[in-house]
């Protein structure tokens, strides 16, 4: 399967946000289960750096966002539900880093992500990409406070 990134748009963002229902503890990264994160992500105006991810069918596949704190990239993304556990993640999660990285001209030496602490899932894959946790946190969110790791990736060395 290939990832292709287009601009996010309001068809993709709803799609997302009101169709995509996760199984079981995985349910905790549905959108509608945060009602702040649900209008940040609808909102038109924060789609600068938000990409609709395509298959070779131009069909939704996955979503991509970069955010860049002190000049650092953040990446956040999510992967349509019936794709997860399927061993497309190791693909994805490095087309959307080198994509940022080309998109943006990246020139630092690393890259953050953020990840539940019970998705231990992603977390070995995170690690095998180069990933190393370096801090862990409490985050509020889903009407609750939930444990969060800072997650690092050297990319040039």
């Known amino acids: 399967m290939d990832f292709n990134f287009v601009k996010m748009n309001k068809t993709f963002a709803e799609e997302i946000a009101y169709k995509w229902k996760y199984e079981e503890k995985y349910s905790f990264y549905d959108m509608t289960d945060d009602k ?3 209008q940040d992500f609808l909102d038109p105006n924060k789609w600068e750096n938000t990409y609709a991810v395509l298959d070779n069918n131009d069909e939704l596949v996955a979503f991509y966002s970069y955010y860049f704190k002190k000049e650092i990239m953040w990446i ?4 349509k539900p019936e794709l ?8 994805f999660v490095k087309k959307g880093i ?8 990246y020139d630092k030496n690393h890259i953050f992500l953020a990840v539940a602490e019970f998705n231990k899932r992603a977390i070995k894959l ?3 990409l180069g990933f190393q946790t ?3 946190y409490d985050q509020k969110t ?3 406070i939930y444990k969060f790791r800072k997650m690092k ?3 040039n060395d």
């Open 134 to 136: 370096i801090k862990k």
């Open 36 to 38: 702040e994160d649900l």
């Open 142 to 144: 889903n009407g609750g």
């Open 98 to 105: 080198n994509y940022g990285i080309e998109k943006y001209e």
């Open 84 to 91: 997860t556990g399927k061993g497309l993640g190791e693909k």
């Open 153 to 155: 990736k050297v990319i």
């Open 126 to 128: 995170y690690q095998q």
């Open 76 to 79: 956040g993304f999510g992967l």
